[in-house]
Protein backbone atom coordinates (compact mmCIF):
# COMPACT_ATOMS: atom_id res chain seq x y z
CA UNK A 1 0.00 0.00 0.00
CA UNK A 2 3.00 2.21 0.85
CA UNK A 3 4.56 1.98 -2.45
CA UNK A 4 1.10 2.75 -4.75
CA UNK A 5 1.05 5.88 -2.56
CA UNK A 6 4.91 6.73 -3.55
CA UNK A 7 4.55 5.87 -7.11
CA UNK A 8 1.07 8.72 -7.27
CA UNK A 9 3.00 11.16 -5.41
CA UNK A 10 5.99 10.92 -8.05
CA UNK A 11 2.91 10.91 -10.81
CA UNK A 12 1.92 13.83 -9.31
CA UNK A 13 5.16 15.37 -8.79
CA UNK A 14 5.93 14.55 -12.86
CA UNK A 15 2.85 16.52 -13.89
CA UNK A 16 3.13 19.40 -11.69
CA UNK A 17 6.56 19.74 -13.31
CA UNK A 18 4.99 19.22 -16.79
CA UNK A 19 2.46 21.52 -15.84
CA UNK A 20 5.41 24.28 -15.40
CA UNK A 21 6.97 23.67 -18.12
CA UNK A 22 3.93 24.24 -20.44
CA UNK A 23 3.07 26.96 -19.31
CA UNK A 24 6.55 28.37 -19.28
CA UNK A 25 6.19 27.80 -23.14
CA UNK A 26 2.62 28.91 -23.73
CA UNK A 27 4.07 32.38 -22.40
CA UNK A 28 7.39 32.34 -24.63
CA UNK A 29 4.97 31.53 -27.32
CA UNK A 30 2.95 34.85 -26.47
CA UNK A 31 5.77 36.57 -26.34
CA UNK A 32 6.95 35.95 -30.15
CA UNK A 33 3.44 36.52 -30.93
CA UNK A 34 3.92 39.78 -29.81
CA UNK A 35 7.38 40.22 -31.63
CA UNK A 36 5.83 38.87 -34.92
CA UNK A 37 3.36 41.69 -34.29
CA UNK A 38 5.75 44.56 -34.25
CA UNK A 39 7.61 42.81 -37.06
CA UNK A 40 4.85 43.34 -38.91
CA UNK A 41 4.98 47.54 -38.75
CA UNK A 42 2.75 49.55 -37.26
CA UNK A 43 -0.88 48.01 -37.96
CA UNK A 44 -3.84 48.91 -35.92
CA UNK A 45 -6.04 46.31 -36.37
CA UNK A 46 -7.04 42.66 -34.73
CA UNK A 47 -7.48 41.68 -38.29
CA UNK A 48 -4.13 42.86 -39.52
CA UNK A 49 -2.66 39.96 -37.70
CA UNK A 50 -4.63 37.37 -38.23
CA UNK A 51 -3.50 34.68 -40.73
CA UNK A 52 -5.98 31.86 -41.58
CA UNK A 53 -3.39 30.33 -44.13
CA UNK A 54 -0.53 30.22 -41.28
CA UNK A 55 -3.80 29.19 -38.72
CA UNK A 56 -3.87 26.07 -40.50
CA UNK A 57 -0.60 25.24 -41.46
CA UNK A 58 0.27 25.08 -38.04
CA UNK A 59 -2.74 23.17 -37.38
CA UNK A 60 -2.06 20.55 -39.99
CA UNK A 61 1.34 19.99 -38.45
CA UNK A 62 -0.35 19.34 -34.48
CA UNK A 63 -2.07 16.30 -36.43
CA UNK A 64 0.92 15.27 -38.24
CA UNK A 65 3.17 15.31 -35.19
CA UNK A 66 -0.03 13.92 -33.06
CA UNK A 67 0.92 10.13 -31.48
CA UNK A 68 -1.81 9.69 -29.06
CA UNK A 69 -3.42 9.24 -26.27
CA UNK A 70 -5.31 12.52 -26.88
CA UNK A 71 -7.21 12.67 -30.16
CA UNK A 72 -6.24 14.97 -33.00
CA UNK A 73 -9.69 16.54 -32.30
CA UNK A 74 -8.99 17.47 -29.12
CA UNK A 75 -5.28 18.24 -29.91
CA UNK A 76 -6.95 20.41 -32.30
CA UNK A 77 -8.82 22.42 -29.82
CA UNK A 78 -5.83 22.66 -27.36
CA UNK A 79 -3.65 24.37 -29.76
CA UNK A 80 -6.31 26.79 -31.28
CA UNK A 81 -7.34 28.01 -27.86
CA UNK A 82 -3.48 28.92 -27.29
CA UNK A 83 -2.68 30.75 -30.70
CA UNK A 84 -6.47 32.56 -30.36
CA UNK A 85 -5.37 34.02 -26.72
CA UNK A 86 -1.92 34.54 -28.27
CA UNK A 87 -3.53 36.83 -31.14
CA UNK A 88 -6.24 38.55 -28.87
CA UNK A 89 -3.11 39.43 -26.50
CA UNK A 90 -3.91 43.33 -27.78
CA UNK A 91 -6.96 43.32 -28.70
CA UNK A 92 -9.79 40.16 -29.59
CA UNK A 93 -11.44 39.95 -33.23
CA UNK A 94 -14.90 40.77 -33.65
CA UNK A 95 -16.65 37.99 -35.67
CA UNK A 96 -20.25 38.76 -36.69
CA UNK A 97 -22.09 35.04 -36.45
CA UNK A 98 -25.72 34.13 -37.65
CA UNK A 99 -27.71 34.23 -33.68
CA UNK A 100 -28.50 34.47 -31.43
CA UNK A 101 -26.63 32.97 -28.74
CA UNK A 102 -26.52 28.72 -28.73
CA UNK A 103 -26.61 28.35 -31.99
CA UNK A 104 -24.62 25.34 -34.02
CA UNK A 105 -23.21 29.00 -35.83
CA UNK A 106 -22.08 29.88 -32.93
CA UNK A 107 -20.45 26.25 -32.33
CA UNK A 108 -18.81 27.23 -35.12
CA UNK A 109 -17.19 30.73 -34.43
CA UNK A 110 -15.65 28.80 -31.27
CA UNK A 111 -14.16 25.85 -33.31
CA UNK A 112 -12.72 27.89 -35.67
CA UNK A 113 -11.85 31.01 -33.81
CA UNK A 114 -11.50 29.60 -30.02
CA UNK A 115 -13.14 30.96 -27.50
CA UNK A 116 -10.69 34.42 -26.90
CA UNK A 117 -12.67 36.25 -29.45
CA UNK A 118 -15.50 38.70 -29.30
CA UNK A 119 -17.98 36.95 -31.04
CA UNK A 120 -21.15 39.57 -32.01
CA UNK A 121 -24.31 37.29 -32.69
CA UNK A 122 -26.79 39.02 -35.61
CA UNK A 123 -30.31 38.40 -36.60
CA UNK A 124 -29.70 37.37 -40.12
CA UNK A 125 -27.12 36.89 -42.51
CA UNK A 126 -27.89 39.99 -44.48
CA UNK A 127 -26.63 41.91 -41.06
CA UNK A 128 -23.50 39.77 -41.01
CA UNK A 129 -22.00 40.44 -44.31
CA UNK A 130 -23.10 44.48 -43.66
CA UNK A 131 -21.01 44.23 -40.32
CA UNK A 132 -18.13 42.70 -42.56
CA UNK A 133 -18.14 45.09 -45.18
CA UNK A 134 -18.77 48.08 -42.94
CA UNK A 135 -15.69 47.22 -40.70
CA UNK A 136 -17.94 46.53 -38.07
CA UNK A 137 -16.78 43.20 -37.94
CA UNK A 138 -13.58 41.75 -38.64
CA UNK A 139 -14.71 38.23 -40.08
CA UNK A 140 -18.09 36.88 -40.22
CA UNK A 141 -19.71 33.16 -40.04
CA UNK A 142 -22.59 31.90 -42.28
CA UNK A 143 -24.26 28.57 -42.87
CA UNK A 144 -24.05 27.20 -46.35
CA UNK A 145 -24.74 23.77 -46.55
CA UNK A 146 -26.04 20.67 -44.57
CA UNK A 147 -25.16 17.00 -45.66
CA UNK A 148 -28.45 15.95 -45.50
CA UNK A 149 -30.47 19.21 -46.50
CA UNK A 150 -28.51 20.79 -48.72
CA UNK A 151 -27.48 24.14 -49.64
CA UNK A 152 -28.54 27.14 -47.95
CA UNK A 153 -29.16 29.23 -51.06
CA UNK A 154 -29.65 32.80 -49.43
CA UNK A 155 -25.56 32.72 -48.69
CA UNK A 156 -25.08 32.12 -51.83
CA UNK A 157 -27.68 35.12 -52.95
CA UNK A 158 -25.63 37.21 -50.47
CA UNK A 159 -22.15 37.03 -52.58
CA UNK A 160 -24.25 38.56 -55.66
CA UNK A 161 -23.73 41.67 -54.39
CA UNK A 162 -21.14 42.34 -51.98
CA UNK A 163 -17.76 42.55 -52.24
CA UNK A 164 -16.71 40.18 -49.44
CA UNK A 165 -14.21 36.81 -49.89
CA UNK A 166 -14.66 33.71 -48.29
CA UNK A 167 -11.27 33.19 -45.72
CA UNK A 168 -12.32 30.09 -44.52
CA UNK A 169 -14.43 27.16 -44.32
CA UNK A 170 -16.00 24.92 -40.70
CA UNK A 171 -17.32 21.78 -41.14
CA UNK A 172 -19.67 21.21 -37.86
CA UNK A 173 -20.85 17.60 -36.65
CA UNK A 174 -24.53 18.70 -35.94
CA UNK A 175 -25.57 16.35 -33.15
CA UNK A 176 -29.59 17.25 -32.19
CA UNK A 177 -31.18 17.04 -28.88
CA UNK A 178 -34.21 17.00 -27.82
CA UNK A 179 -34.37 19.60 -24.66
CA UNK A 180 -37.58 20.06 -22.44
CA UNK A 181 -38.38 20.44 -18.83
CA UNK A 182 -41.04 17.64 -19.12
CA UNK A 183 -40.54 14.75 -17.40
CA UNK A 184 -40.91 12.39 -20.52
CA UNK A 185 -41.84 12.28 -24.14
CA UNK A 186 -46.23 11.94 -22.68
CA UNK A 187 -45.94 15.08 -21.49
CA UNK A 188 -45.07 16.95 -24.26
CA UNK A 189 -47.50 18.33 -26.75
CA UNK A 190 -45.49 20.91 -29.29
CA UNK A 191 -41.68 20.49 -30.40
CA UNK A 192 -40.24 23.41 -31.64
CA UNK A 193 -37.04 23.71 -33.78
CA UNK A 194 -35.71 25.23 -36.92
CA UNK A 195 -37.31 23.59 -40.20
CA UNK A 196 -34.18 21.94 -41.21
CA UNK A 197 -33.45 20.65 -37.75
CA UNK A 198 -37.03 19.46 -38.09
CA UNK A 199 -36.32 17.83 -40.91
CA UNK A 200 -33.03 16.47 -40.05
CA UNK A 201 -35.00 14.58 -37.48
CA UNK A 202 -37.94 13.20 -38.78
CA UNK A 203 -37.73 9.47 -38.33
CA UNK A 204 -36.70 10.05 -34.62
CA UNK A 205 -39.66 12.28 -34.24
CA UNK A 206 -42.75 9.87 -35.98
CA UNK A 207 -41.26 7.20 -33.99
CA UNK A 208 -41.10 8.49 -30.44
CA UNK A 209 -43.41 11.93 -30.89
CA UNK A 210 -45.81 10.91 -33.75
CA UNK A 211 -48.98 12.86 -32.62
CA UNK A 212 -47.00 16.01 -31.14
CA UNK A 213 -47.56 19.45 -33.37
CA UNK A 214 -44.17 20.40 -35.11
CA UNK A 215 -43.91 24.08 -35.07
CA UNK A 216 -40.89 25.88 -37.35
CA UNK A 217 -38.51 28.65 -35.50
CA UNK A 218 -36.22 31.34 -37.13
CA UNK A 219 -33.31 29.47 -35.00
CA UNK A 220 -32.86 26.02 -32.58
CA UNK A 221 -31.90 28.83 -29.84
CA UNK A 222 -35.38 30.69 -30.28
CA UNK A 223 -36.93 27.31 -30.09
CA UNK A 224 -35.01 26.78 -26.67
CA UNK A 225 -35.86 30.29 -25.42
CA UNK A 226 -39.57 29.86 -26.33
CA UNK A 227 -39.75 26.12 -24.43
CA UNK A 228 -37.50 26.89 -20.94
CA UNK A 229 -40.61 27.88 -19.31
CA UNK A 230 -43.20 25.27 -20.72
CA UNK A 231 -42.97 22.21 -19.53
CA UNK A 232 -45.61 20.79 -21.84
CA UNK A 233 -43.12 21.84 -24.69
CA UNK A 234 -39.82 20.59 -26.46
CA UNK A 235 -36.82 22.00 -28.37
CA UNK A 236 -35.08 20.76 -30.95
CA UNK A 237 -30.99 22.29 -30.83
CA UNK A 238 -27.57 21.84 -30.03
CA UNK A 239 -26.14 21.69 -26.16
CA UNK A 240 -24.68 24.67 -25.96
CA UNK A 241 -28.77 25.88 -26.71
CA UNK A 242 -28.84 24.01 -23.75
CA UNK A 243 -26.60 25.59 -21.67
CA UNK A 244 -27.74 29.16 -22.60
CA UNK A 245 -31.08 28.55 -21.83
CA UNK A 246 -30.87 26.01 -18.59
CA UNK A 247 -32.87 23.43 -20.12
CA UNK A 248 -32.37 19.74 -19.59
CA UNK A 249 -31.59 17.31 -22.58
CA UNK A 250 -34.00 14.74 -22.28
CA UNK A 251 -32.90 12.56 -25.53
CA UNK A 252 -29.66 12.94 -26.65
CA UNK A 253 -28.04 12.89 -30.43
CA UNK A 254 -31.52 12.38 -32.14
CA UNK A 255 -30.62 13.21 -35.77
CA UNK A 256 -31.70 10.60 -38.34
CA UNK A 257 -28.25 10.48 -39.93
CA UNK A 258 -25.13 9.83 -37.74
CA UNK A 259 -22.89 11.28 -40.23
CA UNK A 260 -24.97 15.26 -40.40
CA UNK A 261 -22.90 17.69 -40.68
CA UNK A 262 -22.93 21.67 -41.85
CA UNK A 263 -20.61 23.50 -43.57
CA UNK A 264 -20.04 27.10 -42.55
CA UNK A 265 -18.07 29.96 -44.80
CA UNK A 266 -16.13 32.47 -42.77
CA UNK A 267 -15.83 35.89 -44.91
CA UNK A 268 -13.82 39.19 -44.54
CA UNK A 269 -12.60 41.67 -46.97
CA UNK A 270 -9.66 39.92 -48.40
CA UNK A 271 -7.93 37.06 -49.77
CA UNK A 272 -5.48 35.63 -48.16
CA UNK A 273 -2.48 33.23 -50.14
CA UNK A 274 -2.14 29.69 -50.42
CA UNK A 275 -1.53 27.45 -47.32
CA UNK A 276 -0.54 24.14 -49.67
CA UNK A 277 -4.19 22.86 -49.02
CA UNK A 278 -6.72 24.94 -50.35
CA UNK A 279 -9.76 25.06 -52.59
CA UNK A 280 -11.32 27.93 -54.27
CA UNK A 281 -14.80 29.22 -54.89
CA UNK A 282 -15.71 30.73 -58.15
CA UNK A 283 -18.69 32.08 -59.24
CA UNK A 284 -19.17 31.83 -63.08
CA UNK A 285 -21.68 32.91 -65.81
CA UNK A 286 -21.59 32.07 -69.52
CA UNK A 287 -22.97 33.40 -72.49
CA UNK A 288 -26.36 32.30 -72.74
CA UNK A 289 -27.15 29.57 -75.82
CA UNK A 290 -26.30 26.26 -76.13
CA UNK A 291 -23.74 24.62 -74.57
CA UNK A 292 -22.74 27.59 -72.33
CA UNK A 293 -22.17 25.58 -69.02
CA UNK A 294 -19.56 23.17 -71.44
CA UNK A 295 -17.63 26.44 -71.84
CA UNK A 296 -17.65 26.88 -68.71
CA UNK A 297 -16.55 23.69 -67.26
CA UNK A 298 -14.21 23.03 -70.06
CA UNK A 299 -11.16 24.64 -69.03
CA UNK A 300 -10.97 23.29 -65.49
CA UNK A 301 -11.39 20.01 -67.07
CA UNK A 302 -9.07 20.13 -69.38
CA UNK A 303 -6.32 21.81 -66.49
CA UNK A 304 -6.79 18.79 -64.37
CA UNK A 305 -9.13 20.79 -61.78
CA UNK A 306 -11.08 18.43 -59.81
CA UNK A 307 -14.54 20.24 -59.10
CA UNK A 308 -16.06 19.37 -55.38
CA UNK A 309 -19.35 21.36 -55.80
CA UNK A 310 -21.57 23.49 -58.07
CA UNK A 311 -24.55 25.22 -57.73
CA UNK A 312 -26.91 27.38 -59.98
CA UNK A 313 -28.70 30.25 -58.57
CA UNK A 314 -30.90 33.00 -60.69
CA UNK A 315 -28.76 35.99 -61.40
CA UNK A 316 -31.17 38.53 -60.73
CA UNK A 317 -29.94 40.06 -64.44
CA UNK A 318 -33.05 38.82 -66.05
CA UNK A 319 -35.41 36.22 -66.68
CA UNK A 320 -33.97 32.12 -66.68
CA UNK A 321 -30.63 33.62 -66.38
CA UNK A 322 -28.27 31.53 -64.00
CA UNK A 323 -25.12 32.20 -62.10
CA UNK A 324 -22.92 29.25 -60.95
CA UNK A 325 -21.21 28.83 -57.71
CA UNK A 326 -18.21 26.32 -58.27
CA UNK A 327 -16.03 24.85 -55.84
CA UNK A 328 -12.32 23.32 -56.61
CA UNK A 329 -9.91 22.02 -55.67
CA UNK A 330 -6.58 24.43 -55.61
CA UNK A 331 -5.88 28.42 -55.12
CA UNK A 332 -6.62 30.87 -57.17
CA UNK A 333 -3.19 32.16 -56.84
CA UNK A 334 -1.51 28.71 -57.99
CA UNK A 335 -1.32 26.80 -61.27
CA UNK A 336 -3.04 25.39 -62.56
CA UNK A 337 -6.03 26.99 -61.41
CA UNK A 338 -3.94 30.34 -62.48
CA UNK A 339 -4.38 29.72 -66.39
CA UNK A 340 -7.73 28.19 -66.43
CA UNK A 341 -9.20 31.15 -64.81
CA UNK A 342 -7.19 33.04 -67.43
CA UNK A 343 -9.14 30.91 -70.34
CA UNK A 344 -12.01 31.44 -68.67
CA UNK A 345 -11.88 35.35 -69.00
CA UNK A 346 -12.16 34.65 -72.42
CA UNK A 347 -15.43 32.59 -72.84
CA UNK A 348 -17.39 33.43 -69.72
CA UNK A 349 -19.05 36.73 -69.27
CA UNK A 350 -18.83 37.09 -65.59
CA UNK A 351 -15.51 35.13 -63.71
CA UNK A 352 -15.40 36.02 -60.04
CA UNK A 353 -13.14 34.38 -57.28
CA UNK A 354 -15.56 34.49 -54.24
CA UNK A 355 -12.55 32.73 -52.56
CA UNK A 356 -9.33 31.02 -52.00
CA UNK A 357 -8.91 29.36 -48.54
CA UNK A 358 -7.42 26.55 -46.89
CA UNK A 359 -9.68 23.52 -46.21
CA UNK A 360 -11.55 22.88 -43.24
CA UNK A 361 -9.53 20.27 -40.71
CA UNK A 362 -10.68 16.58 -41.03
CA UNK A 363 -10.38 15.89 -36.91
CA UNK A 364 -14.64 15.78 -36.84
CA UNK A 365 -14.91 18.05 -34.56
Not at 153 to 165: A, C, E, G, I
Not at 292 to 308: C, D, R, V
Amino acid sequence: MASSKVDLNQLRQQIDQLDQQIQQLISDRARIALAVGEAKGPQQQPVDYYRPEREAQVLRAVMERNAGPLSDTEMVRLFREIMASCLAQQEPLRIAYLGPEGTFTQQAVIQHFGHAVRAVAQASMDEVFSQVQACEADFGVVPVENSTQGIVSHTLDLFLNSPLKICAEVELRIHQNLLSQAPGLGQIERVYSHPQSLSQCRLWLRDHLPNVELIPVSSNAEAARRVRHAPDAAAIAGRSAAEVYGLPVLFADIEDQPDNSTRFLVIGRELFPPSGDDKSTLLLAGVQGPGALHELLSPLAQAGINMTRIESRPSRQGKWDYVFFVDVEGHAQEAPLVSALQELQQVARMVTVLGAYPKALNTDL
